[in-house]
Each structure stands twice: as C-alpha cells, then as structure tokens.
Nanobody
Framework: QVQLVESGGGLVQAGGSLRLSCAAS????????MGWFRQAPGKERDFVAT????????QYADSVKGRFIISRDNAKNTVYLQMNTLKPEDTAVYYC??????????????????WGQGTQVTVSS
C-alpha cells in the first residue's frame, strides 16, 4: 500500500499561484494512477485532477480547467498540482490520492485506494 504526504499549501491572494506536492512511499509509485481532490468546509470531497501512471493522460474538473496543471515525476515518487490564477472559491483542504487498477477517467473518490492527510489552501480576496 502506498503512503502519501502532501505539502505546499498556504495562504495566497486571489490571482496568485501555489504548487502542491505529494510524495509517495514505496517502489511501485509508477503503477498507480494519481489524483487530487479538495474539500471545502461543509462540502463533499470533490475531484480536481487526475493523471495516468506514466503521465500521458490528464483530466480536470471544469472548475479548474485552464488554471491547474497536474504532473508527476516517477523517478521522485511525486505528483504535483500547479495552481494558477487562484480564486477564493479554490479555498479548501487538498488531498492527494492513489488508485490501482481503476478505469479511466479516474474521477470518483471511490476509485482511490490510498489518501494523504491533506494540505490547506486559502485564497484571500
């Protein structure tokens, strides 16, 4: 089972940028499909972005398309989420997740087998 640790969250003004990182343990990182989800207070945990095992395919939620970029470095066992042109409605706890053997697109949280502890992103207006 892969273990995940997110970092890179913080407070940023609207229009700014942040890059989240998610470091994975284990030697089988390249066999996992990776995703980012987010959860605002009082709301469901929503899909943000996902990337295939070798980084060939990506899919994004409509709300972040054109602003966020998911990427991965399998040599470093790390997946990233570059967040640009941030908006106050992007404020949430962001979670990294790993999925093994799932179908594409991997946008449902039930498809994921392992989760990080989350990192807070706050965007001020």
């Amino acid at each position: 089972q892969v273990q995940l640790v997110e970092s890179g969250g913080g407070l940023v003004q609207a229009g700014g940028s942040l890059r989240l990182s998610c470091a994975a343990s284990g030697r089988t990182f390249s066999t996992y499909r990776m995703g980012w989800f987010r959860q605002a207070p009082g709301k469901e945990r929503d899909f943000v972005a996902t990337i295939t095992e070798r980084g060939i395919r990506r899919q994004y939620a409509d709300s972040v398309k054109g602003r966020f970029i998911i990427s991965r470095d399998n040599a470093k066992n790390t997946v990233y989420l570059q967040m640009n042109t941030l908006k106050p409605e992007d404020t949430a706890v962001y979670y990294c997740a790993a999925s093994y053997g799932s179908s594409w697109p991997t946008i449902d949280r039930t498809q994921y087998n392992a989760w990080g502890q989350g990192t807070q992103v706050t965007v001020s207006s």
